[in-house]
């Protein structure tokens, strides 16, 4: 397994220990950067005007169309590294 793709996975246990809930806009980015390592280019259909989350999560990742599977995990490495002040 890469060195890469192990820190990923260690980074998405240690986000479950963060203390404080972070930020919306820390949030959608980690998300986002999660479903572009995993899933690659957003799919599927824009939620609609009323589910706000649902379209927040979809912009936010669309926001990273064209990004590699790699850069995505690096950060999303290193908004974790950063919310846990590393």
Known sequence: MSDLKSAFEQAQADVKTL????????LLALYAHFKQATDGDVSG?????????????????AGLKGVSKDDAMQKYIDKVNELLGR
């Open 19 to 26: 203390t404080e809930r972070p930020s919306n806009d820390d």
């Open 45 to 61: 259909k824009r939620p609609g005007m009323l589910d706000m989350v649902g379209r927040a999560k979809y912009d936010a990742w």
